[in-house]
């Protein structure tokens, strides 16, 4: 398997433009995560998505962030408008959950992001 | 809550040296515990992971972690250092939130190993 797809890799934009990040789970997968990474808040969790239904968004910043999952091989992350503080390195991780499973993310490798 | 600690974010040791890098976890539920290395500019990978059954977990690169219940615990070793090893590794736990689970994950801790 190709593991988790993420484009782009690199993404330089300027403030207040929309940025759109996208990610392809490892194909069988029924859980899909966004999360960011940061120097100064670590790792944090934005949403997350069981059968391609939103559980999870409280780690959403603001409005400006959203996400969608159309079907179980695709998602989004978008950015509008995109801000300074929201350059950061966002990650797609994916698993597959089912009864009794156990939380094993697979992680893809990520899309820099600065806005300037 | 579910959460985990990893205290300081900097650990340096030697080629050739054990490797420590320490895990404490809170959970109301027995929890499923995890480490995940980062290797620079790349994603995080799962090194290994504890669910139920043997305490001592083994993974890849020759890490392993003991679950400890009574120590809340589940710290990270390797006998011997290489300077392959240098990377950020963080610590998770799992977390139920209306029927489902995700990860917290530690700040996680940035290993040096130096020649």
């Known amino acids: 398997d190709a593991g988790v797809i993420q484009s782009p890799r690199h993404e330089v934009t300027e403030m207040g433009q929309e940025v759109t990040l996208r990610c392809k789970p490892i194909s069988g997968h029924n859980s899909l995560f966004w999360y960011r990474q940061t120097m100064m808040r670590g790792l944090e969790l934005l949403i997350y998505f069981n059968n391609n239904v939103p559980i999870d968004d409280s780690g959403m910043p603001e409005d400006r962030f959203s996400a969608k999952m159309p079907n179980a091989s695709f998602s989004t992350l978008k950015i509008q408008p995109s801000e300074p503080r929201d350059s950061a390195v966002y990650f797609c991780?994916?698993?597959?959950?089912?009864?009794?499973?156990?939380?094993?993310?697979?992680f893809g490798p990520g899309t820099r992001l600065t806005v300037l | 809550a579910q959460s985990v600690t990893q205290l300081g974010s900097h650990v340096s040791v030697s080629e050739g040296a054990l490797v420590l890098l320490r895990c404490n976890y809170s959970s109301s539920v027995p929890p499923y515990l995890f480490w995940y290395v980062q290797y620079p500019n790349q994603g995080l990978q799962l090194l290994l992971k504890?669910?139920?059954?043997?305490?001592l977990v083994k993974g890849i690169n020759g890490f392993e972690a003991e679950f400890k219940k009574s120590e809340t615990s589940f710290h990270l070793t390797k006998p011997s250092a290489h300077m392959s090893d240098a990377a950020e590794y963080f610590c998770?736990?799992?977390?139920?939130?209306?029927?489902?689970?995700?990860?917290?994950f530690g700040k996680g801790m940035k290993l040096t190993v130096n020649p």
């Open positions: 504890y669910t139920t059954g043997a305490t």
């Open positions: 998770a736990v799992t977390a139920t939130q209306g029927g489902s689970e995700k990860l917290v």
């Open positions: 991780a994916s698993r597959y959950l089912d009864w009794g499973g156990t939380d094993t993310q697979y």
